[in-house]
């Protein structure tokens, strides 16, 4: 499936298409603002009103932490009220309404919509049928898009440097939406090469890689692209999606204490998380271990990705107001 839209407006957050360079630099920058003027309370405190006026909803049909949490935790700090469905028992649906008409009731109360989903297409569904000005935001789709996990990794990857970096990703590339989401969005950076290490069966499908136009490779060779790559992006096995019973071989496709030291120094090992036993616990001390940090960088790229849905997304205006704010 290809669905490439190229002007979808700032009011829907669906895929990694819509990101110009541009768009996706200024988001960089805002997340770092706002990063250092909530550093203070003071500065939270200048955060808080900034969208107190905004309610959202959070319509989470699977399994969540990270995404869950970091977005609500995004509106907390911009003020916005929140709401949740992440168990439809509870919702009308159980009387047999159908979800769109559920989304659509809700749609009436919030400002923006915030939606996990297990079906690829449903966002597009969504999209189409909600008036233009709601804002709604893909916080994943099946086994499609994650384009705001592939934001934080983006951001993530942008504090180390991005130009002409070689990038890993090493698992289930399959089934693993976020690999598909962030690839997508590396290919807006000249000079980039992307590898895809995994067993056949797991191999990323060849939709995303019809899209690319950065050089990039197609490998079963772990061991072999280790010692050269500057950022090495592990994801877990996605069998809760079915499609293959096989697994893979984590002794062949993981990073722990016998072949971290083939790894160049000043690498980063990134991961969406949660994860299994593709990377040993022992690598979490390790100084190129920066899954942790790219965990709390999602909560901050929200509140950035929020700001700029509302039309909040100059980044010297934004600071200039918080100077004068401060004294
Ligand atoms: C990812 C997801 O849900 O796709 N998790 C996340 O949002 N951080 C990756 C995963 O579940 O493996």
């Not at 899209?211 to 010692?227: G, R």
């Not at 050269?228 to 893979?248: F, K, S």
């Not at 160049?264 to 990377?279: G, Q, S, T, V, Y």
Request: charged share 25%.
């Amino acid at each position: 499936m290809i669905i490439i839209i190229n002007k979808i407006s700032n009011s829907r957050c669906i895929n990694s298409q819509q990101y110009s360079l541009e768009n996706l630099l200024n988001l960089c920058k805002l997340t770092d603002t706002i990063k250092n003027i909530a550093l203070t309370s003071e500065g939270l405190k200048y955060l808080k009103p900034i969208l107190s006026d905004k309610r959202a909803i959070l319509y989470f049909k699977q399994a969540s932490t990270r995404t869950f949490l970091s977005f609500q935790n995004a509106c907390h700090i911009l003020g916005i009220s929140c709401s949740e469905i992440r168990d439809t028992s509870t919702s009308s649906e159980v009387k047999g309404e159908s979800e769109l008409d559920a989304i659509k009731t809700f749609s009436q109360y919030v400002d923006l919509i915030i939606m996990r989903h297990p079906l690829s297409d449903f966002i597009y569904e969504i999209s189409d049928n909600l008036p233009d000005n709601m804002r709604i935001i893909n916080a994943g789709s099946g086994t499609n898009e994650h384009p705001t996990q592939a934001l934080l990794d983006f951001y993530t990857i942008w504090k180390y440097g991005l130009e002409n970096k070689k990038v890993a990703f090493v698992g289930d590339l399959l089934r693993g939406r976020t690999v598909r989401s962030l690839a997508l969005l590396l290919n807006k950076v000249n000079g980039i090469k992307l590898y895809f290490v995994a067993p056949k069966v797991f191999q990323i499908k060849s939709d995303i890689l019809e899209q690319l136009d950065v050089d990039y490779e197609i490998t079963d060779d772990f061991e072999k692209v280790l010692s050269e790559m500057d950022v090495i992006y592990m994801v877990r096995l996605q069998d809760e999606y079915g499609g293959t019973n096989e697994v893979i071989n984590t002794n062949k496709y993981s990073i722990n204490s016998s072949n971290i030291n083939k790894m160049k120094d000043d690498a980063i090992i990134l991961h969406p998380l949660p994860r299994r036993n593709e990377i040993s616990v022992e690598i979490d001390k390790d100084k190129r271990a920066k899954y942790w940090q790219q965990c709390e960088n999602g909560m901050w790229v929200r509140v950035a990705l929020i700001m700029d849905m509302f039309g909040i997304s100059d980044v010297d205006l934004l600071f200039n107001k918080y100077i004068e704010y401060i004294t």
